[in-house]
């Protein structure tokens, strides 16, 4: 990957066949002209955990509909180095609330959950932080 300043804080990163635009909130600096990467971040989290829920999913034979994740990050503001008092931002948790269709017993969706997360490479770096993602599971009805 590369990341290219466009303007300001403005960035647009290479990802080989893609380009990933960020940039901060007029608020904050910026022009809003993409996300955030806080928001990348918790992006590239319920996107993993997704895939995870798939994977997982088709290799334990698990019949289910939708999956769909909504995904929140809380921060705030930490004092810096010196030079920098008026605060770092820093990011205190994340929590994941998974909507899944599906008729599977309990004890299949609790194998389901409990594989997925173990798996998820970005939840893993958010855990190893000290900052373990919340998961709030929502089980759905499916007639598939």
């Known amino acids: 990957m590369e990341s290219r300043c466009v303007s300001g804080t403005r960035c647009d990163v290479a990802t080989g066949d893609h380009v990933i ?5 007029k608020g904050r600096g910026g022009n809003g002209e993409g996300a955030p990467p ?3 971040l918790t992006a590239a989290l319920a996107a993993c955990q997704t895939v995870q829920i798939v994977k997982v999913a088709q290799a334990m034979r698990f019949k289910h509909g939708a999956i769909n994740i909504r995904a929140t990050a809380t921060t705030d503001l930490i004092e810096g180095i010196e030079g920098n008092r008026g605060g770092v931002m820093h990011f205190n948790e994340a929590e994941l609330f998974v909507d899944i269709e599906t008729a599977e017993p309990d004890q299949k969706l609790e194998r389901l959950m409990a594989l997925s997360e173990d798996r998820c490479p970005v939840g893993r770096l958010f855990a ?5 993602p919340k998961m709030v599971w929502n089980r759905l009805p499916y007639d598939g």
């Open 21 to 25: 635009v960020t940039d901060e909130a």
């Open 38 to 40: 806080l928001y990348h």
């Open 128 to 132: 190893d932080a000290g900052y373990p």
